[in-house]
């Protein structure tokens, strides 16, 4: 089965901070998402990539930009954290032609 | 834009009972539906999912039924196991462009024994 693994489960920062979220697939998969998700908002896409290098932005970029250099690693960067982005961050990743997404358990993050 | 709506939460049931989660959507065309289920401390997977007008996706005893006519997508259960406490996320992709999921805000479900 599909394994999508986030570094970190808790991660606690404060305001100003640069921030680092990893998340690793092990299925070749050529597309991968950031999500956040909040309480009575649901899951917003932050940003999307569908190959090594490329990048879309999603429905909340602000704030926010990634990385992918390699297929199996996708990175999301808070290049300075702020307090509304305390919220849980969850990647997915998707193969091509195939409409499942397998998520991984995510990473709460409080900015303080 | 494309949009799910969900009710609210919590739903509460005790075991046994009948579950009904209510999700409409608006979309442009015509698009796949989805529901989503979170475990308490998991990422989201795939529960089942419906690709066209009156098809039916099941999965472990759940059922939703795509009806175009009134565009929804409700997800029943006839008897629900305290091991369904979860959050429910209803969702939608469309079936051009780059195909991203839609989702609504999740609705949780409390089972007691």
């Known amino acids: 089965d599909v394994k999508v693994t986030q570094s970190s489960r808790y991660l606690v920062k404060r305001t100003g901070e640069k921030v680092f979220l990893e998340c690793v697939q092990d299925?070749?998969?050529?597309?991968m998402f950031w999500y956040r998700q909040d309480p009575g908002l649901g899951l917003r896409l932050i940003y999307f990539?569908?190959?090594?290098?490329?990048?879309e932005k999603g429905d909340i970029p602000e704030g926010y930009s990634v990385s992918r250099e390699k297929k199996e690693r996708f990175s999301l960067i808070l290049e300075s954290a702020s307090t509304n982005q305390t919220s849980m961050y969850l990647c997915?990743?998707?193969?091509?032609?195939?409409?499942?997404?397998?998520f991984g358990s995510g990473t709460q993050l409080s900015v303080l | 834009g494309d949009s799910v709506t969900q009710m609210e939460g919590p739903v509460t049931l005790s075991e046994e009972a009948f579950l009904t989660i209510n999700c409409t959507y608006t979309?442009?065309?015509?698009?796949?539906l989805f529901w989503y289920v979170q475990y308490p401390g998991e990422g989201l997977q795939l529960l089942l999912k419906?690709?066209?007008?009156?098809d039916k996706g099941s999965n472990k005893g759940f059922e939703a039924t795509y009806r175009k006519e009134t565009t929804s997508f409700h997800l029943e259960k006839g008897s629900v196991q305290v091991s369904d406490s979860a959050v429910y996320f209803c969702?939608?992709?469309?079936?051009?462009?780059?195909?991203?999921?839609?989702f609504g805000t999740g609705t949780r479900l409390l089972v007691s024994p």
């Open positions: 979309a442009t065309g015509y698009p796949s």
């Open positions: 997915a990743t998707k193969d091509r032609g195939n409409e499942k997404l397998f």
């Open positions: 419906a690709t066209k007008a009156d």
């Open positions: 969702a939608l992709k469309m079936n051009t462009g780059f195909q991203k999921l839609v």
């Open positions: 990539s569908y190959d090594v290098k490329m990048k």
């Open positions: 299925m070749d998969h050529e597309n």
